[in-house]
């Protein structure tokens, strides 16, 4: 009996074994259509570079892909996965899911030029314990988007310090002009405020300690976060019904001329856009500096694409990586999708400036962070971004949120 | 009668009746204006604000030529009409079966059976979210439309039961007896005597079953994933883009999603109406 069920083991793996040679098993979650499309593109081009590799791709609903990958990299794991950059990749490192790929960081021979080089900036994002653990192929930048001829009818210039930026503050509310709009019903708006405030004023390595657990958020620097927070809320310079409005209600003011700033991502560019505003009259900065001297890390949420350590055709996956950070290969896709290549020399969508301040600016930044809701677990990011909602509403409750979010630190990083 | 004709009634409550009924029936339809206000616009005047004005463009066409080519929705209209077909058909032919059974027979578990039928419609679906999606997920069926089908067939089966039962008890007894004595066998009874007459109570029927299982959007998301067996109630959320929740379009999938069983409704006015009535009558 043990012989047939050995035998029966072994034929099973032959089997399998076979039919895995040359094929690529790709999982992603890209379900939308235009990474969908960037996603076809690519693994076609891969496909006809690699005439001896099929690619078998499953595309995952982009929801149900977080809980799909627990399953599937434990399970049934693919030869490649896409995932995102930072603490969200730190539960599948410290399980061991995903492999080591910092050979393909350090030999400049695989690719055109040098990865390191080339991808310095993103580095810091895809190093876990001084590894490597993927390759990022998107991100887009998060900054401010402003309405240039308001800024322009109240004598305003762009603003590169906090003093400035509040003084603007002040000069378009004097005018009758909402200087901040937010729409903060779905709360993860007000993450993207409290990021920058944070990385500005005390800098990238206290906010991925913050995210990371090891700080209190009663700590004395995170105060210090508040009192700036402060200097803007409880003058009332964000849109006052603010918590009523998902984020893409909260552009109407903007369009209308009723507000003029937004701190957001570069996906609210195209609906802006639709909406009849102009590259005359819609223009992009990068979130002032607060304290002098610290340097200028961004919010670049990022997508990359991992090898489960499980997985059965490695070779091929490291082929695919290493396709993926290409310089032409990341132009194409983010052609596609609209955003920014991590790689230095890919160049972007010519007559764009807001993907081209985007690329200026990323590629000198110290650092990546790849928003609140990525950087902390799940479970702190939700009851931070009630706390910053709810204090956006009431400024004065600030120490009981902060008091709140401490415990709720404490246990779910223990 | 009851309730009293609008007629009879004293005349200010006519006038009352005749000022109201306009307004609450502006009032219900205003969401379904709305609608069809935004499947015509382009997502401009959503930014801007602009929800009930005057649209800036014409963009009905444009927008259901985004609806079918940037999404799978003949897909989902497929999947959606595999659901519904075999789930009607399934619902209707099992309850003809118990319905006669439990209306022409006498035995001791008759009217236990019976209420066990009744009970299924009182039982709150969302309790049963959880195991369903785990049995279903046992037998192999999860995310398959089979899977789907013999759920809501089973669910169903419930209601259409008793509306069966009522109205088939309510056929004349002499009929069947009558049959009997020639030595017509019990099957040949329920296929020649049975069903003919039931034939309103069927249309009906599938008229209701065909809309309820269009329309439900709760089982789909529970047991479906995929693309391949999505039905386009729910099919409808995947014409979002990835940062934005594209209004126009939704509405205009609503819209296509909506013309089956408006068109069944209208085919088949007079069982819709009776269909809503009949098992109500005796119990």
């Avoid at chain 2, 099957?187 to 069927?202: H, S, V």
Wanted: proline share 5%.
């Amino acid at each position: 009996m043990k012989k047939v069920i050995i035998s029966l083991i072994m034929m099973f793996g032959i089997i399998s074994s076979t039919s895995f040679a040359g094929t690529l098993v790709i999982n992603t979650d890209t379900s939308d259509a235009a990474p969908k499309e960037a996603f076809e593109y690519i693994i076609k081009k891969f496909e006809e570079e690699n005439p001896d590799v099929t690619v078998k791709w499953n595309v995952f609903d982009h929801e149900g892909y977080k809980q799909s990958i627990r399953n599937f990299l434990n399970t049934d794991p693919p030869d490649v996965a896409n995932w995102y950059a930072g603490n969200r990749m730190l539960p599948f490192v410290r399980a061991g899911l995903f492999e080591d790929v910092s050979d393909i960081w350090k030999d400049s021979g695989w690719v055109d030029g040098n990865l390191s080089e080339n991808m310095e900036h993103a580095k810091k994002s895809m190093t876990i314990g001084g590894k490597q653990w993927g390759i990022p192929y998107t991100y887009y930048q998060w900054g401010v988007y402003y309405r240039k001829d308001l800024f322009t009818a109240n004598g305003i210039s762009v603003p590169t310090t906090w003093d400035d930026f509040v003084a603007a503050c002040a000069t378009l509310k004097a005018a009758g002009i909402t200087p901040i709009t937010i729409g903060s019903k779905y709360l993860w708006t007000t993450a993207g405020v409290f990021d920058y405030l944070n990385l500005r004023t005390n800098g990238y390595e206290f906010h991925m300690d913050l995210t990371l657990g090891k700080v209190p958020y009663t700590d004395p620097k995170v105060q210090a976060v508040f009192d700036k927070w402060d200097e803007l809320v409880k003058p009332g310079y964000f849109l006052e019904n603010h918590a009523a409005l998902s984020w893409q209600e909260a552009l109407t003011p903007m369009v209308n001329g009723e507000a003029a700033m937004y701190v957001m991502g570069n996906f609210a560019v195209a609906p802006l856009k639709e909406a009849g505003l102009r590259d005359s009259n819609l223009g992009f900065f990068q979130f002032p500096e607060i304290t002098p001297g610290i340097p200028m890390a961004e919010e670049a949420p990022t997508d990359t694409v991992h090898i489960p350590s499980k997985a059965k055709n490695k070779t091929d996956a490291k082929r695919f990586l290493i396709f993926m950070s290409r310089a032409d290969v990341q132009e194409e896709i983010n052609k596609i999708l609209g955003q920014l290549p991590i790689n230095k020399n890919s160049s972007v969508k010519k007559g764009d400036p807001f993907l081209a301040a985007g690329l200026n600016m990323l590629n000198n930044a110290y650092a990546m962070a790849q928003f609140y809701d990525r950087d902390a677990p799940a479970q702190m990011a939700s009851e931070g971004m009630k706390g910053f909602q709810e204090y956006m509403s009431n400024p004065d409750r600030r120490q009981k949120i902060l008091e709140r979010l401490e415990k709720v630190r404490q246990r779910v990083y223990k | 009668m009851f309730p009293t004709p609008i007629h009879q009634r004293p005349i200010i409550n006519q006038y009352i009746y005749k000022i109201f009924l306009p307004i609450s029936l502006i009032i219900w339809l205003i969401p379904i204006f709305g609608i069809l206000m935004t499947s015509i616009r382009g997502l401009g005047d959503i930014t801007a604000g602009n929800m009930w004005g005057t649209p800036s463009e014409f963009l009905l066409f444009s927008n259901l030529y985004d609806v079918f080519t940037n999404t799978p929705m003949i897909k989902y209209t497929l999947n959606s009409f595999k659901v519904t077909i075999p789930t009607m058909l399934g619902a209707v032919a099992l309850s003809c079966m118990t319905g006669f059974a439990l209306a022409r027979y006498k035995f001791k578990t008759n009217l236990i059976i019976f209420f066990i039928f009744i009970a299924g419609n009182f039982v709150p679906f969302q309790i049963l979210m959880i195991p369903v999606r785990d049995l279903t997920f046992k037998v192999g069926l999860y995310n398959t439309i089979t899977g789907l089908v013999l759920f809501h067939v089973a669910f169903q089966t419930g209601f259409c039961t008793l509306f069966m039962r009522n109205f088939i008890k309510a056929l004349p007894q002499e009929l069947i007896e009558a049959a009997r004595m020639d030595g017509a066998s019990e099957f040949k009874i329920f296929w020649k005597i049975i069903l003919p007459l039931t034939r309103p109570a069927i249309a009906a029927l599938c008229v209701l079953i065909f809309t309820f299982i269009w329309n439900d959007y709760f089982w789909a998301t529970v047991l479906i994933q995929g693309d391949h067996a999505m039905p386009i109630t729910a099919g409808l959320k995947s014409l979002n883009g990835q940062w934005i929740t594209a209004y126009h379009l939704l509405s205009t999938g609503s819209i296509v999603a909506a013309i089956p069983p408006v068109i069944m409704f209208f085919l088949m006015q007079k069982h819709f109406i009776a269909g809503l009535t009949l098992g109500a009558t005796k119990g």
